[in-house]
């Protein structure tokens, strides 16, 4: 079963614009942890941020900001006023504290088109 | 620095003829693991290990093996590579608290 899914495959926007990739999760854990990672055309992998479960304040930074929401087994990454340096892949994933394994999504592709 | 490293970054080889991948870490870190990324598929874990002599299989660990004889080094073997092992595999490593995976650059793998 899909532990991570990211149900954008592509997203095209135009510069300025705000945009919001997707990520839903499944675990049975109560304790667990959320990560968001950018892989630009460079290839190289990029942390951007790290959730556990029992912190659920949105947080902002910068442009970026993220919502997270147990409820609906969300973590929503948020770009304001989008910029051509943020086309890039970005990926989810999700472990847990009894399973020591990682679990990504399949990524979001985001073009910011100038 | 603080950094993962890996070699080679780029190799083609042919089936059957073993081959390993180094990953280096120089931050002390716990833990380390091994992904492969193919398009449409994401990043998938193939081992991870928690520690010294310490190591689990992830969800795609077929086809390799691993071992951690010092805390820095996480080699990825494979004896006996097949085209179907044609992908980009990275190497992260992070603390057991931070849990914050610091990934290395990446080996592009050919099988022929």
């Known amino acids: 079963a899909q532990k991570v899914t990211q149900a954008q495959t592509e997203i095209s926007v135009v510069e300025k614009e705000d945009v919001t990739l997707d990520c839903v999760y499944e675990?049975?854990?109560?304790?667990?942890?959320l990560f968001w990672y950018k892989q630009p055309p460079s290839g190289e992998l990029v942390f951007l941020i790290r959730r556990n479960s029992f912190d659920e304040q949105n947080e902002i930074s910068g442009r970026y900001s993220w919502n997270f929401q147990k409820s609906t087994s969300s973590f929503n990454f948020t770009i304001t006023a989008s910029q051509v340096v943020d086309s890039a892949v970005y990926f989810c994933?999700?472990?847990?504290?009894?399973?020591?394994?990682?679990?990504f999504g399949t990524g979001t592709s985001l073009t910011v088109i100038p | 620095e603080a950094q993962v490293t890996q070699n080679p970054r780029y190799l083609i080889t042919v089936t059957g003829k073993k081959l390993t991948v180094t990953c280096s870490q120089n931050m002390n870190h716990e833990y380390m693991s091994w992904y492969r990324q193919d398009p449409g598929l994401g990043l998938r874990q193939i081992y991870y290990s928690m520690n010294v002599e310490v190591t689990d299989k992830g969800d795609v660990p077929e086809g390799y093996k691993v071992s951690r004889k010092e805390k820095r080094n996480f080699p990825l073997i494979l004896e006996s590579p097949s085209p179907n092992q044609t992908s980009l595999y990275f190497c992260a490593s992070s603390t057991l608290t931070a849990l914050t995976q610091y990934f290395g650059p990446g080996t592009r793998l050919t099988v022929l």
């Open positions: 675990t049975r854990d109560t304790t667990y942890y």
């Open positions: 994933a999700l472990m847990w504290n009894t399973g020591n394994q990682f679990y």
